[in-house]
């Protein structure tokens, strides 16, 4: 039996807003930071479980300090039996009544949560000796239903028919972990797109997307609409015709607003418009939905947790779900959103970029690949090509698509030299370098 | 001109689980809490602004976190300019647009924004010798209006719906705060039915509650179905025929076991059922209120925003809003909620107890009163019969009604020598007390 005998936080920020990487139409100069939590015990092997919130700067010390609120609950836990029952380990954070209040399930302390849960897979796989998405798609399906708090889920999916899809997906999963090892998953970039970029980085960018072998690209709009339109017109020229061109509004408009846009957009005809509105508006992207079909609604990366995709998914308002890997309760309530996806027919298509989100993020697709909807069709995994040097299992793309990672944990971990050198004491420790 | 020179914050905890006032079926022993905020200026009149996020225990740290965070777009601000644009100061904290990441809008980091208005509320309202809620019923159809961030509710109410509705109950203003001071506001007690409580106790003080001349009482339900049955039992025996008891579940149930539950319970007339499910399930509400008409549904004190409210009143899941003054983006955003619920014609009657809620949400039900809905017609504030002493201007309940407060400020500053008390230092330092 070993021992959790420590639960760090680091308060880690990155000066992105110097170069306007990451700027959209309501976050005009993001520091993309970490909250960054390694759980350390005594077993022998000396394995350690890493992960983190993504934030976007301000705040990142709110976001630790909620970190540090769970070590309490961690701290001289016995390692063996929180990880062999994952489900219990999740509600054990999630179901703490006091700090429920903070949310419910939602906001600081719901990330927070989400992170511990992260770290303790990170540590699981590499116990396992497999990386995640893998060792995820080794459980059985009854040990996979069992890690879902299917709280206020019962009227969309029940335990039951989450079980009958994941015994659907068993037969083919040996052939599809082979497949996903020789083919990797696709990847589509958001890189060439950001509103702070000027058109003749725009039009290179784009070139350089389609020739670099993505299946799509996105741009963010949503500020102006000539812009917009300018935007768009430069973009589809690069790319050519038929080429896929997501637009991404990053919540930035009211209902009727939402659907005058996007339809004086139509023309350059959309793979999908992303947050056209607040993300808490489920009726709102219902009617937006309705408004603009065929373009197709993706969100998901603000959704705070599987009750507002349950929701979404009902009421007809995401055609494309956008699960973000430190947005949720962890793994755990990812899972839920995979299995919510696959019962109601949605392609799934994460949200990444950031600080480390390719790196997470991928676990979970690859795992749904195998095990939940089985298939890669209509699915990519957002890609933007910064801050992966920083990780210790960075992502690797190769012709458009991400390489199927084979290093035991989940992808979370960060190099110990970009930790020291982005720890945030208050002033951009990186600045100099 | 003055400036905000200081932003002081303290993490206040009371011992109350020790007595299971505060049990229900989702928080079975809180510690009501308050993240409190003290801001100060270098004006003359040594004024300042009291306000608090209410929490139930563990995590009050991690608010008090996110208020800290708050410090530096408050400390070196003009005080005048500042408070005399409520509109441009609530979206000063709530637009931070790296702030807004950790929700958008929700959870630890709004409620810190909330309560940061709330304190310059408190502040203003002192400066103009006001209660608050006479304060805000003294503004201007205009004004109250440029105090909202209508973004997001446009297809719900605009501006000038919003304007029309203001202007409407203009002209009996004066009338109205006449009536308000010498009545007072209805109130209900929730003191004689949190679950914790013994047979012998509930039934004393349901008995209690109608010798002091409370229009309604409320029972905590959802843990055991026989023992609501039979706790039901006793206080509608307690009351009498046709006495108003309404119950709440605290967010308990999945939706077929919310209309199941309460068919079951329908016997003894319930007033209300009271958060059914999850607070962000809008549809699963709208499902319940459709399957157990006519016994209406109230939420809220756990709904994050505006735009949840808006939705949950356009699918007719909501048939009382039950606003809570420390959960949403402060005094501005529930002026909002007002006003939406004016729109829908929806009864508007408060979440209150814990600590200081009484005191903080009757300035808003009064201020509603007087230059929103117009009338008190089936509104009520909740009331709960502790830690008010805590408080410098505790309510007072006269005969079942909250007499209205004429003390400068919005009620939310606490007793000094209580803030030395029961301040947090690991261990409950008022519990040798």
Not at 144 to 156: G, W
């Amino acid at each position: 039996m070993s021992t959790i005998v420590s639960v760090d936080t680091r308060d880690i920020r990155f000066p992105t807003s110097r170069f306007l990487d990451g700027s959209d139409a309501m976050n005009p100069d993001p520091d993309y930071s970490a909250a960054y939590l390694t759980i350390r015990t005594d077993a022998p092997d000396g394995l350690e479980g890493h992960a983190f919130v993504f934030t976007i700067g301000r705040g990142n010390d709110v976001q630790v300090a909620a970190l540090e609120a769970l070590r309490e609950h961690l701290v001289g836990r016995d390692v063996e039996a929180l990880l062999a029952d994952m489900g219990a380990g999740s509600k054990l954070l999630t179901h703490d009544s006091q700090l429920r209040w903070l949310g419910p399930e939602k906001g600081v302390m719901h990330m927070a949560i989400g992170a511990a849960i992260n770290a303790l897979w990170d540590l699981r796989a590499k116990r396992a000796g497999q990386p995640l998405w893998l060792h995820l798609a080794s459980l059985s399906p009854e040990e996979l239903v069992s890690l879902v708090d299917f709280r206020y889920l019962s009227d969309a999916i029940t335990p039951d028919e989450a079980l009958a899809i994941l015994r659907d997906a068993e037969p083919g999963r040996a052939e599809r972990v082979a497949h996903l090892l020789e083919v990797g998953y696709p990847a589509y970039t958001t890189t060439p797109g950001w509103l702070g970029y000027s058109d003749e980085k725009l039009d290179r960018l784009c070139r350089e997307a389609v020739a670099d072998g993505f299946p799509q690209i996105k741009l963010k709009v949503g500020s102006d609409l000539d812009d917009d339109i300018r935007r768009l017109g430069i973009a589809r020229k690069a790319v050519g015709d038929g080429f896929p061109v997501a637009i991404d509004a990053n919540q930035r408009w009211d209902v009727s607003d939402a659907i005058a846009w996007v339809k004086a957009l139509a023309e350059f005809e959309p793979a999908w418009i992303e947050e056209p509105t607040s993300p808490d508006d489920i009726l709102g992207h219902a009617a937006i939905a309705r408004g603009i079909a065929p373009v197709r609604v993706a969100t998901g990366e603000h959704v705070q947790n599987r009750v507002v995709f349950k929701q979404l998914l009902q009421a007809g308002g995401m055609d494309v779900m956008q699960i973000d890997a430190t947005r949720v309760g962890g793994v755990n309530e990812n899972i839920a959103n995979l299995l919510l996806a696959a019962k109601f027919g949605v392609p799934v298509c994460p949200h990444a970029g950031g600080v480390g989100l390719c790196e997470a993020v991928q676990h979970l697709s690859m795992f749904d690949y195998v095990a939940v909807s089985g298939t890669m069709e209509g699915r990519m995994i957002e890609y933007v090509d910064h801050l992966h040097e920083h990780f210790v299992t960075p992502v690797v793309i190769d012709r458009g698509r991400y390489v199927t990672p084979t290093t035991p944990g989940a992808g979370t971990e960060m190099v110990p030299a970009s930790i020291e050198q982005y720890t945030w004491h208050g002033a951009h420790a990186g600045a100099t370098a």
